[in-house]
């Protein structure tokens, strides 16, 4: 199972929202290369990149810190926020980044999701952002009337290469993860399945990691490695038993 720090950027600072509020966020740095140089040190092969502004503006903002990111850091760097077009995934691949996630064009435009799946093997991630068991879009200020699950069975056939789940109720809040419903959609389909939202310490790595043979290939834990509740080599010594 993969552990994946999270860097979520907003006016070009790391920062973390509490249940996807943009007014409640809390700065956790200056420097985005600075910080995944951090998390590479530690032993990090994997991030989760988000641009928080692009998600709601739908294109990219936090660009020049995304790119100093992927210029650094010495592994793979998965990328969402605001990414809705052809163009912008063709150039973030460019550009070195190992991963794209869609979420709002994975609703509103499916066949997009698909074309760009097929061209791109391994490459494309589907956002299944749900507030209560319904898809959230657009930097997660909108609720859709589609399921989670619903969602996620349009790209069963579709060569997406996971689909990361997360409780917008839960995100920032280290209320821990939503085990429960990570694992249910997990079940539902046979897209691997990326746990995100809530992790609170090594408990949920834990027990996430209970639930690989499920189908949870991985897990994104921001705030709570940045506030010190999760160590980080913990996280990847108890993944890596995960079997």
Known sequence: MIVFPAIDLKNGQVVRLAEGDMNRATVYGDDPAAQAMIF????????????????????????????????????????????????????????????????????EDPEFVRGVAGDFPGGIVVAVDARDGMVATKGWADVSTTSAVDLARRFEDAGVAALLFTDVGRDGLLKGCNIEATVDLARAVAIPVIASGGVAGISDIHVLSLHAKDGIEGVITGRALYDGRLDLAAAFAVAAAAA
């Open 40 to 107: 590479a040190d530690q032993g990090a092969q994997f991030l989760h990149v988000v641009d928080l502004d692009g998600a709601f503006a739908g294109a990219s903002v936090n660009g020049d810190a995304v790119r100093a990111i992927v210029e650094r850091f010495p592994g793979h760097v998965q990328l969402g926020g605001g990414i809705r077009t052809r163009d912008s995934v063709e150039r973030w691949f460019d550009l070195g980044v190992s991963r794209v996630v869609i979420g709002t064009a994975a609703l």
